[in-house]
């Protein structure tokens, strides 16, 4: 079972993509979930208002995974509140 | 079918407020990119952008009028007048119903909207101006060019977003080429400066952060440009019955779409519609020597393009020459199709090749002659122009150059 900061991540990523939270994992590709580039700002802009954070577009350029997906929410989260970003 | 001439040129863009002004800019490779002055910038993560510098809607208008239309109608306005005056037409000869007015616009005049959405959710005040209606209505433009020139014949605007005034510009042709007109008023105009809109763009995440480098191997995305451009086409034979100067011959429309997907471009659909305008034309690719390129600088869309030029023109894409004028006036969305029309006219008239500013690194996704940085002289036979807009609706034009003492011999 993933933390807390990842689960939120990965059901954030469900709800936009419409799609049922068990089918997506932190190694689940885009393709599998059939995620294209507009998708993936989709879900960037709601992962944007899930954690209230700003992803900027140079980041955003370099996430092609779920893994990185999670990584740089967790880390723009420490960033803005380490407490959060622990789970707690 | 009646061969059709451009006899008027008219725009008002980020490079200048009148024709000779833009072309001035295109032949010196000139950005008129700057950092935005009419939106609070600092709000925005991107900061440039193609505004028509220093405009005054004064300068064009009575008070009185210039509340009653919205920038992107200015403009529209502007450019007609330029081109009417340029065509050597008189009022008496225009103001009739034989004349028709077809224009693009995409967002049509979301300016005063913003305003008014301002006034609503951000003063809370319980009303918004009561001109928001007739001054948001994308069609604003042809309706103020009918009134000011009394033009009664057929008018309307087309809305398809990047493809918008490509859209227009080939239905005038179409229109004057089978007898439906005898002078067509066409192009586009657009004004994207608004917060809200801005907001909108930057959410899609393709706008630069720095400027419009297409086919560059380090773009960084697109740069939204503002203005409009206006062509007066008619009858080649009346326009040499006159006397009239002729720019070019516009020779060929083609569409398509793409069926695809809403934001990404096709390969297929956009080949697709240049094969189309080239069969409209009877043009044969090789004689095609110039495109002035959808070329946005987005990731996707550059090498795309460069594929769907390769797909059509095949080997013949290694001997013509592309560019991408966004570099210098910005993306004006539905205006693009209408001052990129201007620039590749005015290219094969003057014989010289605007070119690709911006360009730093080839990319060998987008492996055509691109024309980075420097114009190049080049008499040209028959130059086009791409528009390919989200919602994967492609328009493209054909034009030829004019050789008066060709005619005179055939």
């Known amino acids: ?88 | 079918m009646r061969r059709v001439a451009i006899t008027g040129i008219g725009v008002i863009s980020a490079l200048g407020k009148n024709a000779c002004e833009f072309w001035s800019a295109l032949e010196q490779g000139r950005s008129g990119i700057a950092p935005i002055e009419t939106v609070d910038r600092s709000k925005l993560r991107f900061q440039n952008g193609g505004e028509v510098h220093g405009y005054c809607p004064g300068d064009y208008f009575e008070e009185k009028h210039a509340d009653f239309i919205d920038r992107f109608a200015q403009f529209g306005v502007i450019a007609a007048r330029e081109a009417i005056r340029d065509s050597g037409l008189d009022r008496d000869d225009i103001d009739s119903e034989s004349t028709t007015i077809i224009t693009g616009s995409c967002v049509g005049g979301q300016c005063s909207e913003d305003l008014g959405f301002v006034e609503l959710y951000q003063k809370d005040r319980g009303r918004v101006h009561p001109l928001t209606i007739a001054r948001t209505m994308a069609n604003a433009g042809a309706s103020h060019i009918s009134m000011e020139f009394g033009i009664t014949g057929p008018a309307y605007t087309i809305s398809t977003a990047c493809s918008s005034s490509n859209h227009a510009v080939g239905q005038a042709y179409w229109t004057v080429r089978n007898g439906g007109a005898d002078v067509a008023i066409t192009g586009g105009s657009e004004a994207v400066f608004s917060m809200g809109f801005l907001k909108a763009w930057e959410a899609m995440r393709v706008i630069s952060p720095d400027t419009c480098r297409p086919f560059s191997k380090d773009r960084t995305g697109m740069i939204l440009g503002e203005g409009g451009a206006m062509l007066v086409l008619e009858p080649l034979d009346r326009a040499l019955a006159r006397g009239a100067k002729i720019h070019a011959e516009i020779v060929g429309f083609g569409m398509s779409a793409d069926a695809g997907h809403i934001t990404q471009p096709s390969v297929e659909g956009a080949a697709r519609a240049i094969r189309s305008a080239l069969r409209d034309g009877g043009v044969p690719p090789e004689q095609v020597g110039y495109i002035n390129a959808h070329g946005t600088a987005t990731q996707l869309n550059d090498p795309m393009e460069t594929a769907a030029i390769r797909a059509v023109f095949g080997e013949h894409a290694g001997r013509l020459a592309i560019s991408s004028t966004k570099s210098m006036h910005g993306h004006a969305l539905g205006a693009a199709g209408a001052l990129e029309a201007v620039a590749t006219i005015l290219a094969l008239r003057q014989g010289v090749l605007p070119p690709t500013a911006g360009f730093r690194q080839a990319d060998p996704d987008c492996d055509l002659d691109v024309i980075p940085n420097q114009s190049r002289r080049a008499d040209v036979e028959v130059a086009m122009s791409n528009s390919f807009a989200f919602g994967g609706l492609n328009a493209v034009l054909a034009f030829r150059r004019y050789d008066a003492s060709r005619d005179r011999t055939s």
Request: hydrophobic letters at 40%; a negative charge; glycine letters at 4%.
């Open chain 1, 1 to 88: 079972m993933s933390d807390p900061l990842t689960q939120r991540v990965l059901s954030c990523i469900a709800a936009t993509q419409r799609i049922s939270p068990e089918k997506v994992t932190i190694d689940s590709s885009f393709q599998e979930l059939g995620i294209d580039s507009m998708d993936g700002i989709n879900i960037l802009f709601a992962l944007e208002n899930e954690f209230d954070i700003t992803i900027p577009d140079e980041q955003a350029k370099q996430i092609h995974s779920i893994r990185e997906m999670v990584e740089g929410i967790q880390k723009l989260v420490a960033e803005k509140s380490p407490a959060q970003a622990q789970g707690q």
